[in-house]
């Protein structure tokens, strides 16, 4: 039943690793601690079943616009579900509870404090519930990266809710924190799923940085015609650092929380469909997009801890292909985040433990040894060294600046052509590929979603690769199912045959 769900709702032959072993686990009915890297594929781990066991899945999301972004998704592969939060009108929650309540749901997502709210814990007994999930559960950890007071409260439902499984998911979790987990939001003997930390495929440098920007600039230079994030510690900083990139002639342009609604969905439509583009922003960029073609990330300062810098750096090279991943900081990083958490209105119990955080933070940036040895001990995870960093290099295996005049390195960098994934025959077929892009990106406005959610880029390049003329054809491409087959197939087909084989 899983299986068929997974190749008829999302049009993939089979599992990654690590994914059934947690889905057959929720099958059973018993609660799971899932600890998976960015880009394994952790939401058809509960997907999936809540649709093979009928029922509705109540889903925990930390944000709103990651529960739209699920939401978006599964309904473009014609799954039943829906979002109960702040940014939407009182009537559109009241549609989506009682769609839940006549059954007409197979997912409801909702934030923390919306699902523990008294008089929703009254209600939701009038669901008929198949599981609840968990998402970013490292969130629950006061020693995690990203606490969140309010997720302590959902320690109510094991006990509320006694026979309905509970399914806990993070892709950043060392021993401690997964034990932090287990304990307070699920029962006795979960089944605990760690999948290994290691992205073999990114190469991690770490510098000094100097007093201006030169060296970032070149670093992205270096990468031009290739799709990467740079992230900046505050939105005036990311704001200066595109434009100075777009001066240079990089596609490159802003992302936070300060631009507007139909700014931010602009930038995400850029990132996702055109070439090269370089997205600058703040932390929260990259959550839920479905990109796997991220060559670089790049740090202009200190991320917030080890673990929020393995997620951010986990956005990068999702396809297996050779990726990079640079930070630059400086003393005065340390310096800000120390008065930060100084000052902040934080207990002392919480400002011990951020400060511990940035403790460890720093011993892993300092430390002479391999990063990636370094990093993933941090996750209790023991490895040779990487022997592609540059601490195993003796050396940055960061190029160098260019020392070319300003005006040339913008000429040279302002009409590269896209690089496609090694290992594809899409190189010979950069203007197919392009052509597949434009028209996600019409169907997509047409419908006023992201264009990943039509089909994400691992799909088009496929297409692209393998060229099918038919819908039988067009079948077997991963990442095309049934739903969206009759939804998109024609018009992804005409574009296909308008192509020589």
Known sequence: MPDEVLRRVFGHEGFRPGQLQVVEAIMAGRDVLAVMPTGAGKSLCYQVPAIARGGVAVVVSPLVALMQDQVARLQAAGVAAGTINSSQPWGTNADAWRAAQRGDLRLLYMSPE????????????????????????????????????????????????????????????DARTRAEIARTLLRDQPVVHVAGFDRPNISVGIERRQKNDRRLQALALSMRGQSGIVYCPSRARTDRLAAELASLGLNAFPYHAGMEAEARRAALDRFVTEAGAVAVATIAFGMGIDK????????????????????????????????????????????????????????????????????????????????????LRHFGEEAPPCGRCDACLGKSFLPEATGEPRRRRAERAAIPAERAPQGTQVAADADLLAALKAKRLELARAQQVPAYVVFPDATLVAMAAVQPRTRDALRTISGVGEVKLE???EAFLRVLRTYPS
């Open 487 to 489: 939804r998109y197939g």
């Open 292 to 375: 796997p073609d991220v060559r670089f990330v790049l740090h202009a300062g200190l991320p917030g801890s080890i673990e929020a810098y393995y997620q951010e750096i986990g956005r990068a090279g999702r396809d297996g292909q050779p990726a990079v991943a640079a930070m630059l900081y400086g003393i005065d990083d340390v310096m800000l985040r120390r008065r930060f958490i100084a000052q902040s209105g934080a207990s002392d119990a919480r400002k011990r433990v951020e400060l511990a955080r940035l403790s460890a933070l720093m011993g892993f940036i300092e430390q002479n040894g391999c990063r990636k040895q370094a990093l």
């Open 114 to 173: 919306r699902l523990t709210d008294a008089r929703m814990l009254e209600a939701l007994p009038r669901l008929n519930l198949s599981l609840f999930a968990v998402d970013e559960a490292h969130c629950v950890s006061q020693w995690g990266h990203d606490f969140r007071p309010e997720y302590m409260a959902l320690s109510q439902l094991r006990d509320r809710f006694a026979k309905v499984p509970i399914a806990a998911l993070t892709a950043t979790a």
